[in-house]
């Protein structure tokens, strides 16, 4: 595609359940990241992609958070057991991730609402 | 705990005058990266500046790197209403495992007022 697609837009769910969140990054971007954004906040890094491997999970807040990716393309960032704290915007962004061409391409994000 | 700070936090301005954002960060870096966001959605690049430059334009937007002081600024001439948004700088850092990683600031909310 032509940019990064993040599914679902919007997300309501229980407290307790386990949601799953896509991303979709540009096609040949090795580099594949997550953040978190609370409301009027910055960017939480969460984890970081370099084809399928995950060399840096040190953002996840807890282990009801993971995170795998698959034919160095579409990610799936899992939460387990979701609290009401768990609430914020998801962005997902790829980049080249070589040669110092770093720019990342954001997708629109998943606004989780736990209730 | 993030890599960058910006400040100011808040920014309020009439359209045409200058906004001026700091931004300061802690690690060596490869490159810092401005960012732009309406509405608390997907974030856009505005523009890199590798750590080998000091000053860069594009547009009506000039950003400086200071790599002594950890420290880059963004300006942008003649604001227009449409420049309200959130802004944010991004540092691309080398860490130990040979990879990069984009760490972002807490960003500062631009209002540029008719």
């Known amino acids: 595609g032509a940019g990064v697609s993040q599914s679902p837009s919007n997300k309501v769910t229980e407290k307790g359940k386990d949601v799953e969140l896509r991303c979709d990054p540009i096609?040949?971007?090795?580099?594949l990241y997550w953040y978190r954004q609370r409301l009027g906040q910055g960017l939480e890094f969460l984890i970081y992609?370099?084809?399928?491997?995950?060399?840096?999970k040190s953002g996840l807040p807890s282990d009801r958070f993971s995170a795998e990716r698959t034919g160095e393309s579409v990610s799936t960032l899992t939460i387990q057991r979701t609290q009401q704290e768990d609430s914020a915007v998801y962005l997902c962004?790829?980049?080249?991730?070589?040669?110092?061409?770093?720019?990342?391409?954001f997708g629109q994000g998943t606004r989780l609402t736990v209730v | 705990s993030q890599q960058g700070e910006e400040d100011p936090q808040a920014l309020s301005i009439q359209e045409g005058e200058n906004a001026t954002m700091n931004c300061s960060y802690k690690?060596?870096?490869?490159?810092l990266q401005w960012y732009r966001q309406n509405s608390g959605r997907g974030l856009v690049h505005l523009i890199l500046?590798?750590?080998?430059?000091r000053e860069k334009h594009s547009g009506r937007l000039r950003v400086t790197l200071d790599t002594s002081k950890k420290s880059s600024s963004l300006l942008i001439t003649a604001s227009r209403a449409a420049d309200t948004a959130s802004y944010f700088c991004?540092?691309?850092?080398?860490?130990?495992?040979?990879?990069?990683?984009?760490?972002f600031g807490a960003g500062t909310r631009l209002a540029v007022h008719p």
């Open positions: 962004a790829s980049s080249l991730g070589r040669g110092g061409n770093t720019e990342a391409f």
């Open positions: 096609s040949g971007h090795t580099a």
């Open positions: 992609f370099q084809g399928n491997s995950a060399p840096d």
């Open positions: 690690t060596s870096i490869n490159n």
């Open positions: 500046i590798r750590s080998n430059e």
């Open positions: 991004a540092t691309d850092a080398y860490f130990s495992g040979g990879y990069n990683k984009l760490i």
